[in-house]
């Protein structure tokens, strides 16, 4: 059991989805930044997909009611328990009546909080997600408020935890060939071209060519990018169809919308094109203001980064697992 | 970790039996309250020397050694000038560097207060399970 002490607005439990209903209208929901959450369930102990706390707005203060190990993963700000600074992207034990705090982090956006059994809210439709579309899922369909009292599931059969915590090389550093970013800073997002791409001059070069900015206007249903708009060549009326996550789409303003974890099930605006899955969590970490550019990429590239993301998934979790029980043997 | 009574003969011979067993040639152990060294020799006798400290609550060096073999990373991200200055004033939950195996990392805390004198082991460098990484002064 944990209950929160501290809370901004629309931070929610997450986990890795509800995909398979958007035919009835059910976004698929989950955390903006998957990797965080299945690096963070790993160094736990936990199955990879289990809930956890997506904190988004800050400062965020929790109470542990029971002995528990935890992670703060996809951050770049140091947690603090009992006021003592940790390590983002390490796992630690939380005594009964510690508190956790995460203040606004320096240059990310959100935080994951796993905890050693998941978060144990109900699962519906496949997920725990919090879908606040639709108002369930997740902690009674709504954020987190201060006072609730979530129940966290068993540890049972976990591998402890080292005393002096146990982390790992962050994704972005251990896997940074694969994840660049452009020499003036801004973010670099690899897209490929989607259904109506050929509507837009000269190959789409306005939109490939120029710096976009995550406008205010964005959150976890989708970012608003601002920069000069971009314009099909001719108006086409469009049937609705259906739409999911990391998809770009150009309304009639001509500035683009990128669909994100809680993206519509259906649109009609012109798609230019669709984000990597693989590059998807680094747009989840990206703050309003950040500057990006999309790269032009390929299903060869994308299919490369999504091998190089999975075997360091598979490093950690083997490695991480491995050392746990060497500790335990010597112990 | 709890105090071991290293001057102990049951705790001296018990290790001195699972020495032989394992067919590990000796042991050292050092701890603020004195060393105790062990030798098996071939015949299967061991040779023990134990001594106290001569001047309880004199400063006396310790050593931090590595809890686990890979590689010694002084600083948490790769690349960062976090490493700090030495001599250096360190509490016993301080992490003073960490061992990496992949892409897993296993911070090594000082155990004990007092201050860091000595880095032992060179950055990014392979160690071995017990190598030494630092030198604690300690203030018992």
């Given amino acids: ?331 | 970790m709890s105090a071991i009574d290293f001057s102990d003969p049951a705790t001296i011979a018990f290790l001195t039996d699972a020495l032989t067993a394992a067919g590990v040639a000796g042991l050292e152990i050092s701890a603020p309250s004195g060393q105790l060294r062990i030798v098996v020799s071939s015949a299967g006798e061991a040779k023990i020397g134990s001594n106290r400290s001569a001047q309880p609550g004199s400063v006396s060096p310790v050593l931090v050694r590595a809890p686990l073999a890979g590689y010694f990373c002084v600083a948490h991200r790769s690349g960062s000038a976090e490493v700090s200055s030495l001599p250096r004033a360190i509490c016993a939950t301080d992490v003073l560097g960490f061992i990496r195996v992949g892409p897993v990392l296993l911070p090594v805390s000082a155990g004990r207060s007092g201050t860091v004198t000595k880095l032992l082991a060179e950055a990014d460098a392979m160690v071995g399970y017990g190598a030494p990484l630092f030198e604690i002064e300690v203030q018992s």
Avoid at chain 1, 152 to 179: K, M
Avoid at chain 1, 319 to 329: D, E, N, P, Q, V
Wanted: with cysteine; net charge neutral.
């Fill in chain 1, 1 to 331: 059991m944990i209950e929160i002490v501290e809370t901004g607005p629309f931070n929610t439990v997450q986990d890795l989805g509800r995909p398979g209903y958007r035919d009835i209208g059910v976004s698929a929901s989950g955390a903006m930044d998957p990797l965080a959450v299945k690096i963070g369930n790993i160094l736990v102990g936990n199955a990879e997909g289990a809930a956890v706390l997506e904190i988004q707005t800050f400062p965020f203060r929790l109470i542990f009611k029971r002995r528990s190990a935890f992670v703060v993963s996809g951050t770049d700000g140091n947690p603090l328990l009992d006021g003592i600074e940790l390590l983002p992207w390490y796992a630690y034990n939380a005594e009964v009546g510690q508190v956790l705090e995460l203040k606004q982090p320096p240059k990310l956006a959100r935080a994951y909080v796993a905890i050693g059994g998941g978060v144990d809210v109900p699962c519906i439709m496949g997920s725990r997600s919090t879908s606040l579309r639709g108002n369930f899922g997740g902690n009674a369909g709504r954020p987190l408020e201060k006072g609730d009292r979530i129940t966290v599931g068993e540890e049972a059969g976990i591998l402890p935890i080292p005393a002096s915590g146990l982390g790992v090389v962050e994704p972005a550093v251990a896997l940074r060939a694969f994840f660049p970013r452009s020499a003036e800073g801004s973010l670099l997002i690899r897209a490929l071209p989607a259904g109506e791409h050929r509507l837009f001059a000269g190959d789409g070069e306005a939109f490939w060519g120029q710096t976009w900015r995550i406008s205010s206007r964005s959150d976890r249903t989708g970012y608003r990018l601002s920069g000069d708009p971009v314009v099909p060549m001719e108006t086409v009326e469009m049937r609705s169809h259906g739409v999911v996550p990391g998809v770009i789409q150009v309304p009639p303003g001509g500035e683009p919308i990128v669909q994100m974890s809680d993206a519509n099930t259906a649109g009609g605006y012109p798609k230019i094109a669709g984000v990597i899955e693989c590059d998807l969590w680094r747009l989840g970490q990206a703050r309003i203001g950040t500057r990006l550019q999309f790269v032009r990429s390929s299903y060869a590239e994308a299919r490369a980064i999504e091998q190089a993301v999975a075997s360091y998934i598979e490093d950690v979790r083997r490695t991480s697992g491995l050392i746990k029980r060497a500790l335990k043997a010597m112990a």
